[in-house]
């Protein structure tokens, strides 16, 4: 016969085990997740994250769970990566053949991704009293200021309701970033790209990850975020998503 004491450890042991099991909660902090995780830091490479999200006071919150995935030195970097999506149907994880992983949700809209762009001026005419080339130009967030400050970006916007976070009358973005490089930056112009092109070229210098999300505020508007995460910063990405 089974005593009391015996049910009662073994249903305190089965509450642990799926407790333990269980996937993590959605979170603003998808892109943090992401490049904090071995399986990103052991393929040591450049891609993209776009996803759809829930429009929330923080930000835009997944609407998955993400898994945290133990990493060992035989497990597939590409599948680890996959796995801590294991539990959102709609997001594809592939490696292009330069190398660049893409990570996308298959029901997002990439009409502001694909906007073409007639010319980036990376170089922004931006420099310091002394004459040497601002700051902005070394982080590889600020740098997409000329992007998304794009006249094609700002009417393709207007004309289809789509708003940054914080939605402030004439402001298109508000970008936030970490302390930049002081030896590699972006420069020059670009011509013809299209936004997503413009943001991979970003990447070939900074190497990191570029990162759109986007969720609707009902049924007219939209809100989308971009931000850049450099790979050779570390730790710091958790207060830029949640703002």
């Known amino acids: 016969m089974i005593s009391r004491t015996f049910l009662k450890v073994l249903s305190v042991f089965v509450l642990a085990v799926l407790q333990q099991n269980k996937p993590s909660t959605p979170t603003t902090k998808v892109a943090a997740i992401v490049v904090d995780s071995p399986a990103w830091k052991k393929l040591q490479v450049s891609g993209s994250l776009v996803y759809k999200g829930n429009c929330e006071e923080k930000g835009i919150a997944a609407r998955y769970p993400l898994r945290k995935v133990l990493v060992t030195s035989a497990s597939s970097s590409l599948k680890d990566l996959r796995n801590i999506f294991a539990d959102d149907p709609k997001m594809n994880v592939i490696q292009e053949s330069n ?10 809209s990439r009409q502001l991704l694909d906007v073409k762009i007639r010319r980036i001026n990376f170089d922004m005419g931006d420099t310091l009293p002394h004459g040497g080339l601002f700051w902005s130009q070394y ?13 094609e970006v700002q009417v393709f916007m207007q004309a289809h309701n789509i708003h940054p976070l914080g939605w402030k009358d004439n402001v298109f973005w508000e970008i936030s ?9 972006v420069s020059g112009q670009v011509e013809n790209v299209t936004v997503a092109q413009a943001l991979d070229h970003v990447a070939k210098t900074f190497p990191g990850l570029w990162v759109y999300r986007e969720c609707a505020v009902d049924t007219k508007n939209r809100l989308v975020s971009f931000d850049f995460l450099d790979n050779r910063i570390d730790g710091q990405w958790r207060q830029i998503e949640d703002r």
């Open 99 to 108: 190398g660049m992983i893409r990570m996308s949700e298959d029901d997002v």
């Open 139 to 151: 982080s590889g967030n600020r740098i997409l200021w000329p992007i998304l400050e794009a006249p």
């Open 177 to 185: 970033g970490p302390p930049y490089s002081n030896t590699i930056h």
